[in-house]
């Protein structure tokens, strides 16, 4: 009697701790976005960036531990490529997503209307490449020395 009752209580508690990994793991984040200025790279980092790389684009901001993936260290870029900014290499990123994203899609959470390749028509393709041409100049201006 007492094995069957052990039993159960295991079960129970297995099932319980399922149920509450399988919650755990489909929470939802929102990142509220304000409108920013196309021709400035560091407001639209403060706005649709920090939100998962941080503020100083370290890979530390509030919403980073809901991904998949940590962030990458965004002041390391330079570093990481032998001292040059791979500056086409993040224009690549911004408009078709990383190729391995944090975040379970190919395509950035924010930029895709944005910056990127989404089939939402409200900005030109002009004001998507300034916006990415600025985003990019902001990035290559918090590097390391």
Known sequence: ???RLLFAAMVAAIAASMGYAQSR???TVTIPVGKTQADN???MFQS???PCHGIDGRGHGPTASALTEAPPDLTVLSKNNRGTFPSTHIVSVLQFG???PAHGSSQMPVWGPILGTAD???LSDQAKALRIRNLTRYLESIQEK
Request: glycine share 6%; net charge positive; charged share 15%.
């Open 98 to 100: 990383p190729s391995l």
């Open 120 to 122: 939402d028509q409200s």
């Open 25 to 27: 793991s489909t929470t």
């Open 48 to 50: 649709y960036c920090a």
């Open 41 to 43: 790279g560091k407001q």
């Open 1 to 3: 009697m007492f094995k």
